[in-house]
């Protein structure tokens, strides 16, 4: 991640627990726990991949029981050079995930995906993830229709969640549903919208 680090493995550790990026809280509607990421609060600058899997490990694996359960992973306000880990760590870390903890993953909410996440997904999703990881993404172009499948009054959403959602609707072009006109063929991600979808055609 950043090999400037200065705070020991134990202070990481207490960081990314105090900023809550990682939080296990609230039943999807088929009644299983749900996994709440919240990108913009981690901090990938300041925290190593050791103390990153040490932290899975201990504080939200550990705490997932042999049991399926979701992830429900809020993109918003993500930043590459203060929040992305980068490839190489996004893999490393992903290879730690005990095989019992992925075969009980059941769906990977993605709230606001943005474009160039949708294409590094695409370009790069099968290669970093195997088992199938990747064809369980559901992505989720506003909080509203995230309630379609998680329940509402049992997961926190920060507000600049909700205030990026009001965003969007005043600003279509700025809409972070822009994908193909199909989007299974290949086999792609699934999106859970509403909203108008528009075509990558009009970009390239």
């Given at each position: ?68 359960f979701s992830v ?37 909410y993605f709230v ?93």
């Amino acid at each position: 991640m950043n090999s400037l680090l200065t705070l020991p493995l134990s202070g990481q550790e207490h960081l990314i627990e105090k900023l809550e990026a990682f939080k296990i809280e609230g039943r999807d509607k088929k009644g299983h726990k749900v996994l709440r990421i919240i990108g913009r609060l981690f901090p990938a600058r300041l925290v190593s991949t050791e103390a990153f899997q040490k932290y899975l490990g201990e504080k939200i694996f550990a705490n997932l029981e042999e049991r399926p359960f979701s992830v429900v992973y809020v993109h918003t306000g993500v930043q590459r050079a203060e929040n992305f880990p980068g490839i190489s760590t996004l893999r490393s870390i992903y290879e730690a995930i005990p095989t019992n903890i992925r075969k009980n993953l059941e769906a990977v909410y993605f709230v606001h995906p943005g474009l160039q996440a949708r294409l590094f997904l695409a370009t790069f999703g099968r290669l970093i993830f195997s088992g199938g990881l990747y064809w369980k993404l559901k992505y989720v172009n506003r909080v509203e229709f995230l309630w379609d499948h998680v329940r509402r009054n049992e997961i926190e959403i920060p507000e600049f969640v909700y205030e990026h959602d009001e965003e969007l609707e005043y600003r279509p072009f700025m809409d972070y549903g822009l994908e193909s006109d199909h989007p299974r063929v290949n086999g792609a991600p699934s999106v859970d919208s509403q909203v108008p979808i528009y075509s990558l055609r009009c970009i390239a």
